[in-house]
């Protein structure tokens, strides 16, 4: 286990005791298939999904006390639904820290939603683990407050906005600044007709602001508009 990464000052949280515990909560399937006998993070992901729950409904009861129980749900499912977890996964710099196996990474799936929520769960069951449960509250209303952002009240949550599509995002942003909406180039394709593998630049008034690869089309234009919004600075 010595390839376990070291926990980033950026997750606010203290230094795990189990560097074998924080490997293996960002360890993807992916990586674990490929590298026996290393465990994936799924059963992390679990765990941390049903504390994270808990939390999240003991911090609204607390916070938000004039709120029905109808209200209490709905906030609760946009505080912890994928997307709000993807956003906060990404300003924590998860994704650069995942444990992925080749098609993975090559799929540009650090910047999937689904991947990065799951992660974020990992981290959280590994920390209770590591740290036990007040710790672990402590990470999570840390999260909350993030995701409630400034001027938020018991009378009125302010939630940040999830993530938005990498593609409609760089649309939005090139329409804003040039008036035209972003061109994506087939630059290569390559491999045996049952995995090809396709490789898009997407530019903007003829220049190139970014390329990805991946096992489609679809894949392949999103990582290419993930790699332009981060050379913007945007991701």
């Known amino acids: 286990m010595s390839n376990a ?3 980033p000052r950026s997750l606010s ?5 189990n560097q ?10 992916s990586y674990a298939n490929e590298h026996p006998p290393m465990l994936h993070n799924e059963r992390l992901e679990f765990l941390g999904d049903a504390l994270l729950g808990f939390v999240v409904g003991e911090f609204l009861y607390q916070h938000y006390p004039t ?4 209200k209490l749900t709905q906030l609760r499912a946009q505080l912890v639904n994928e997307s709000q977890l993807a956003r906060l996964a990404l300003e924590l710099g998860i994704d650069n820290l995942m444990l992925l196996g080749k098609g993975a990474e090559n799929n540009g799936e650090r910047q999937n939603p689904s991947l990065l929520s799951d992660t974020l769960e990992a981290i959280i069951g590994a920390y209770y683990l590591d740290a036990g449960f007040e710790a672990c509250r402590q990470f999570i209303q840390t999260l909350l407050q993030s995701a409630l952002g ?5 009378e009125k949550p302010l939630l940040k906005k999830g993530l938005v599509d990498v593609k409609n995002q760089l649309q939005q942003w090139a329409l804003e600044h040039h008036g035209q909406l972003p061109e994506y180039v087939l630059l290569d394709e390559t ?5 090809r593998e396709f490789t ?3 530019k903007i008034q003829h220049q190139v602001y970014g390329q990805g690869k991946g096992l489609s089309k679809q894949l392949a234009t999103k990582a290419a508009a993930t790699a332009a919004l981060q050379s913007l600075g945007l991701l």
């Open 67 to 70: 709120f029905r129980e109808s």
């Open 20 to 29: 074998d515990l924080w490997q293996r909560a960002l360890t993807h399937r």
């Open 191 to 195: 491999g045996p007709p049952h995995a």
């Open 5 to 7: 990464k070291p926990l």
């Open 200 to 202: 898009f630049a997407v």
């Open 150 to 154: 400034q001027g938020a009240t018991p």
């Open 13 to 17: 949280l203290p230094s795990f005791k």
